[in-house]
């Protein structure tokens, strides 16, 4: 009765923390719903399209990026050209929760896709396209999701007909451009599509590169004192699209071209800014991390966290509560087959601590809180582990040292006071090879208790002996 009091009392927790956060939520979904009541003559745009395994961390990006824009208190309509597979759902939370701009459209055909060095993650980026129809705007900044805003930047609507920032030496990066919406323009780039204007990439950036190849040759762009309308073409300056890798050796911006006002991540795509494992490993996720917990928040993932974390504790109850004896779950087999069996179990035994390091991280919802994500993978491999080490009577510091190893990286990498990101990678890499030894011998007295385990207990029943009594409780 104790136990079930405990457990209801639990049970009830939880129902609760998920009914404040839904209500928390709610709040903030109405504040923000009704945040964009005004009409504008420019535009902040951003597009959705379905086709990849990462539809929905795109989703939880965009909307993130519009309510932190909304907070900017920015004088633009905020708008997002979706394909028309874009679930309804999604829709109706941007347009009600966030008070976007939803233009439905259907999906560009691609002609490149056939190009050697395509990749199909890009095959539907050509619906950027569609910005230059909004004709209804004097001037639209196009926008990727992955952008982190940290000022208004409501001068760059007194930028040219085409403007973007080369943080590549010789191309325009189109993360953030801006445009005038005109569909003689859109036209003319749909006729180009069809006569398959050279693309070294195959995607939108390649394409607009070839549509506009003197950008380089036009002046920078810095607007007006009495903020007066530029005609024409201009290159944007490096502030308004800062590369995440230029923080990363550093550890500190410095970008004297601009204002210091947009960061975008165009790295390795598991490394975006909303994957939990993003922090600390790259030091900018917990920033993106931070904005999201103050705009749009983390209601959708918490319930699925609640129910691991519950799931993960009552484990580690039971493997307490539960006797230990791996030789009381087998009996002893005295043949020449032994060997095998003893190996059988020793890869056993190995592939469950190595499962109980790699199945909660892949258990963990990808979008949510670097802190609640490492924290929830800590307590899911300390619990996974207890199960090897209870099954296998293994010694507990032994098997949990790579977790404390994992532990201690975090708090390397997490250190907020290093000088430059090179000294940050070689304190990582000098506590990897002072950790190496431990685990290695960590390894070794594993495999070295499982042989006295072996040699010491009874495991497989004799062929010769009967079967153990009907009943015979083989857990204790």
């Given at each position: 009765m104790?136990?079930?009091?405990?457990?209801?009392?639990?049970?009830?927790?939880?129902?609760?923390?998920?009914?404040?956060?839904?209500s928390?939520?709610?709040?903030?979904?109405?504040?923000?719903?009704?945040?964009?009541q005004?009409?504008?003559?420019?535009?902040?745009?951003?597009?959705?399209?379905?086709?990849?395994?990462?539809?929905?961390?795109?989703?939880?990006?965009t909307?993130?990026?519009?309510?932190?824009?909304?907070?900017?208190?920015?004088?633009?309509?905020?708008?997002?050209?979706?394909?028309?597979?874009?679930?309804l759902?999604?829709?109706?939370?941007?347009?009600?929760?966030?008070?976007?701009?939803?233009?439905?459209?259907?999906?560009?055909?691609?002609?490149?896709?056939?190009?050697?060095?395509?990749?199909?993650?890009?095959k539907?980026?050509?619906?950027?396209?569609y910005?230059?129809?909004?004709?209804?705007?004097?001037?639209?900044?196009?926008?990727?999701?992955?952008n982190?805003?940290?000022?208004?930047?409501?001068?760059?609507?007194?930028?040219?007909?085409?403007?973007?920032v080369?943080i590549?030496?010789?191309?325009f990066?189109t993360?953030?451009?801006?445009?005038k919406?005109?569909?003689?323009?859109?036209?003319?780039?749909?006729?180009?599509?069809?006569?398959?204007?050279?693309?070294?990439?195959?995607?939108?950036?390649?394409?607009?590169?070839?549509?506009?190849?003197?950008?380089?040759?036009?002046?920078?762009?810095?607007?007006?004192?009495?903020?007066?309308?530029?005609?024409?073409?201009?290159?944007?300056?490096?502030?308004?699209?800062?590369?995440?890798?230029?923080?990363?050796?550093?550890?500190?911006?410095?970008?004297?071209c601009?204002?210091?006002?947009?960061?975008?991540?165009?790295?390795?795509r598991?490394?975006?800014?909303?994957?939990?494992?993003?922090?600390?490993?790259?030091?900018?996720g917990?920033?993106?991390?931070?904005?999201?917990?103050?705009?749009l928040?983390?209601?959708?993932?918490?319930?699925?966290?609640l129910?691991?974390?519950?799931?993960?504790?009552?484990i580690?109850?039971?493997?307490?509560?539960?006797?230990?004896?791996?030789?009381?779950?087998?009996?002893?087999?005295?043949?020449?087959?032994?060997?095998?069996?003893?190996?059988g179990?020793?890869f056993?035994?190995?592939?469950?601590?190595l499962?109980?390091?790699?199945v909660?991280?892949?258990?963990?919802?990808?979008?949510?809180?670097?802190?609640v994500?490492?924290?929830?993978?800590?307590?899911?491999?300390?619990?996974?582990?207890?199960?090897?080490?209870?099954a296998?009577?293994?010694p507990?510091?032994?098997?949990?040292?790579p977790?404390?190893?994992i532990?201690g990286?975090?708090?390397?990498?997490?250190?907020?006071?290093?000088?430059?990101?090179?000294?940050?990678?070689?304190a990582?890499?000098?506590?990897?090879?002072?950790?190496?030894?431990?685990?290695?011998?960590?390894?070794?007295?594993?495999?070295?208790?499982?042989?006295?385990?072996?040699?010491?207990e009874?495991?497989l029943?004799?062929?010769?002996?009967?079967?153990?009594?009907?009943?015979?409780?083989?857990?204790?």
């Amino acid at each position: 009765m104790e136990i079930w009091r405990r457990w209801r009392g639990l049970a009830m927790l939880v129902v609760y923390a998920v009914l404040v956060t839904a209500s928390f939520e709610m709040v903030e979904c109405k504040r923000y719903g009704q945040n964009k009541q005004r009409e504008y003559k420019n535009a902040y745009a951003a597009m959705m399209y379905m086709g990849t395994p990462r539809d929905y961390e795109f989703y939880v990006a965009t909307r993130v990026m519009m309510r932190s824009l909304a907070k900017l208190n920015v004088e633009a309509d905020l708008v997002v050209i979706a394909s028309v597979d874009v679930p309804l759902l999604w829709v109706r939370a941007l347009e009600q929760e966030d008070g976007v701009k939803v233009m439905r459209v259907e999906n560009l055909n691609n002609p490149y896709e056939n190009q050697d060095n395509f990749d199909d993650r890009f095959k539907l980026t050509m619906n950027k396209l569609y910005a230059w129809t909004l004709d209804g705007y004097d001037r639209v900044v196009m926008l990727d999701s992955d952008n982190l805003f940290l000022q208004k930047t409501d001068e760059l609507f007194e930028c040219g007909e085409f403007c973007a920032v080369f943080i590549n030496p010789c191309i325009f990066h189109t993360g953030l451009f801006v445009l005038k919406p005109s569909k003689k323009v859109f036209q003319d780039m749909i006729d180009e599509l069809k006569r398959g204007r050279p693309n070294p990439d195959g995607a939108d950036q390649g394409f607009l590169a070839s549509y506009y190849p003197d950008l380089l040759d036009m002046p920078m762009f810095h607007p007006a004192a009495n903020g007066t309308r530029l005609d024409g073409k201009y290159r944007l300056p490096m502030g308004y699209q800062m590369d995440a890798s230029y923080y990363y050796l550093k550890l500190h911006w410095n970008v004297p071209c601009g204002p210091n006002s947009v960061i975008t991540f165009p790295g390795a795509r598991w490394l975006k800014p909303w994957y939990w494992w993003s922090w600390p490993v790259l030091p900018l996720g917990f920033s993106w991390h931070e904005l999201r917990r103050k705009t749009l928040g983390y209601g959708a993932e918490m319930p699925l966290i609640l129910i691991q974390s519950v799931l993960y504790l009552g484990i580690v109850g039971i493997t307490r509560l539960a006797r230990p004896g791996l030789s009381k779950l087998c009996y002893r087999r005295s043949d020449k087959t032994i060997s095998v069996y003893h190996a059988g179990l020793k890869f056993t035994a190995m592939v469950s601590i190595l499962a109980a390091y790699i199945v909660p991280f892949f258990l963990v919802p990808r979008t949510i809180h670097p802190l609640v994500g490492w924290s929830l993978y800590l307590l899911g491999s300390f619990a996974l582990s207890s199960i090897a080490i209870n099954a296998f009577l293994l010694p507990m510091i032994a098997v949990l040292m790579p977790w404390v190893g994992i532990f201690g990286a975090l708090l390397v990498m997490s250190f907020p006071w290093y000088s430059d990101g090179v000294i940050r990678a070689l304190a990582v890499f000098a506590y990897a090879i002072f950790c190496a030894p431990f685990v290695w011998i960590s390894f070794l007295k594993v495999l070295a208790s499982l042989q006295v385990s072996l040699e010491r207990e009874a495991f497989l029943p004799r062929l010769s002996e009967s079967p153990p009594p009907p009943g015979f409780n083989k857990l204790y």
